[in-house]
Nanobody, 115 residues
Framework: QVQLVESGGGVVQAGGSLRLSCAASGRTLSVWAKGWFRQAPGKEREFVASIDATGGNTAYADSVRGRFTISRDNAQRTYLQMNSLKPEDTAIYYC?????????WGQGTQVTVSY
């Protein structure tokens, strides 16, 4: 059907930046980017940011607002620019797409922010 692949994760010092990317493959004409989530060790997956179909409306979790920016270049690729990273941002980050068959998730990319 559709596969999502996240990239751009890594290890960065506090205060640094990373840019995550998510690319869809397969039946890409049937999917649309919805947002990003993250899951820290021992915690549940949580919402990070969302974007609408036009890219004109975005929403952010309080913990990342003003530091993270979600964007898209078309319905099949989305990005998460992360600035001023904090150790508490350490998590596996997942992109989330919608499809006629339901939500689609990538395998995740690890982001580690050191002190």
């Amino acid at each position: 059907q559709v596969q999502l692949v996240e990239s751009g994760g890594g290890v960065v010092q506090a205060g640094g930046s990373l840019r995550l990317s998510c690319a869809a493959s397969g039946r890409t004409l049937s999917v649309w980017a919805k947002g990003w989530f993250r899951q820290a060790p021992g915690k549940e997956r949580e919402f990070v940011a969302s974007i609408d179909a036009t890219g004109g409306n975005t929403a952010y979790a309080d913990s990342v607002r003003g530091r993270f920016t979600i964007s898209r270049d078309n319905a099949q690729r989305t990005y998460l620019q992360m600035n001023s990273l904090k150790p508490e941002d350490t998590a596996i980050y997942y992109c989330n797409y919608g499809s006629p068959w339901g939500d689609v998730w990538g395998q995740g990319t690890q982001v580690t922010v050191s002190y």
